[in-house]
Structures are given as C-alpha cells and as structure tokens.
C-alpha cells in the first residue's frame, strides 16, 4: 500500500505565503509524475501543478509567478510554495502520485487526504 501524507495548509492574509508538502510512504519503488490540484467550495478539482521524475515542472497559468513545485526524489516527497497568495486561492489542495510499487499491482496512482488553504483577511 501506499499512502500520500499533506501538511502546510492554514489560514492566511492575502500577500502571504505557504509551503505545502506532500511524502509517499510505502511499497514504493519509484514515482513518475506527482501533482498538486486543488478545489475551492462549489468547484470542480483543478490542476494546479506537476513534476515529472526527471525535474520538469510545469504550473497552471493562474498560478504561474505565484506557485513554484519542487521534488525531494530521495525522499519522496514534493512541494508547493505558495507566495502572494489571493482569496481566490482558497481550497483544498490534493496531492497526486503515479507510483510504481514493489508488489502487485505495479502501477498505482495515488491521492492525499488534502490540505486547506484558506487566504482571507
């Protein structure tokens, strides 16, 4: 089994800044793409930003000079910073994990529990 582990969300001002961090524990034996998503009250999920295995990153252009993704491949574990945070950044945020595991079945894709992000003053 494997199990996706969020911290880092809270309340905050707008301007603020939060880091998120989400580690994979497990039957793991690597990941390929980890992702962060998010959804505010009354919407769909959306992605928000992605990190493959090698490094590449990529952001959601609501986000983009905001929000950087980064990975601790070593550790498994990816993050989200979060600066000049706006209200309408308000939601629970999801990590997402496409796990290659030592047992059966080999290929897992994983979801966290979620983590709130509330920006407000």
């Known amino acids: 089994q494997v199990q996706l582990v969020e911290s880092g969300g809270g309340l905050v001002q707008p301007g603020g800044s939060l880091r998120l961090s989400c580690t994979a524990r497990?039957?793991?034996?690597?990941?390929?793409?980890m992702d962060w998503y998010r959804q505010a009250p009354g919407k769909e999920r959306e992605w928000v930003a992605g990190?493959?295995?090698?490094?590449?990153?990529t952001v959601a252009d609501s986000v983009k000079g905001r929000f950087t993704i980064s990975r601790d491949n070593a550790g498994n574990t990816v993050y989200l910073q979060m600066n000049n945070l706006k209200p309408e950044d308000t939601a629970v945020y999801y990590c997402?994990?496409?796990?290659?595991?030592?047992?059966?079945?080999?290929?897992?894709?994983?979801w966290g529990q979620g983590t709130l992000v509330t920006v407000s003053s």
């Open positions: 997402n994990a496409d796990v290659i595991q030592t047992i059966m079945p080999r290929y897992l894709e994983v």
């Open positions: 990190t493959t295995s090698s490094g590449t990153t």
């Open positions: 497990g039957t793991i034996l690597s990941i390929n793409d």
